[in-house]
Each structure stands twice: as C-alpha cells, then as structure tokens.
C-alpha cells in the first residue's frame, strides 16, 4: 500500500512563498507520476501541479504557472511544491496522490496539509 504524507503548509500573506513536502513512506517515486491537488470546503478537489518522477517532467495549470514550481529530491522519495507570489484563492487543504495506470486516477492520498492565505 503505496503511502504519501504531506507537510510545510501554513498561514502566510498574499504575496508570500511557502514550500510543501509530498514524502513517500517506505518506496521511491521513481516509476510514478505525482500530482499536487488542493481542496476547499464545497469544492471538488482540483490539480495544481504534476511530475514525472522519473525524468523530471512537469505540468502545470493555468492557475498556478509562473508561479508554483514542482520538483522531485535526488533520491526519488519526496515530491516538493515551491509556491510562490500566493494569492488568497491558493487557499485549501493540498494533497498529494500518485497516478494509477490501470485505475486511470490518482490515489494513495495522504491527509493533507492546511495552507491559508489571509491578509
């Protein structure tokens, strides 16, 4: 049972950086695709970022590009999300899930990690 854990979320201004953490527990990312996903209350939960643990290779939404940045440690096992310039509606809870070839989904979400953008 694949298990992630995600962490580094905080309160901080508009404006401000905060970096989150998505650490594999017991097995290395190598073979896998990584998302960084965020929720609020009344919402479905929606991607920010992607990676190919892999070969590095990442994409991001609309939303979030020029201004969030995603990439993985030499060691393959943890998957970071440098957010930087955060605006108000960067707030939620952000998860962390791997994608599922044969389900065509990701999954092995960890509990999440709080960040909140407030003036």
């Known amino acids: 049972q694949l298990q992630l854990a995600e962490s580094g979320g905080g309160l901080v201004q508009p404006g401000e950086s905060l970096l989150l953490s998505c650490a594999a527990a017991g097995f290395t990312l190598d073979y896998y695709k990584v998302g960084w996903f965020r929720q609020v209350p009344g919402k479905e939960r929606e991607g920010v970022a992607y990676?190919?643990?892999?070969?590095?290779?990442?994409y991001y939404e609309d939303y979030v590009k020029g201004r969030f940045v995603i990439w993985r440690d030499n060691g393959k096992t943890i998957v970071y999300l440098q957010m930087n310039k955060v605006k108000l509606e960067d707030t939620g809870v952000y998860y962390c899930?791997?994608?599922?070839?044969?389900?065509?989904?990701?999954?092995?979400w960890g509990q999440g990690t709080q960040v909140t953008v407030s003036s």
């Open positions: 990676i190919s643990v892999r070969d590095g290779g990442a």
């Open positions: 899930g791997v994608w599922n070839d044969a389900r065509q989904e990701y999954e092995s």
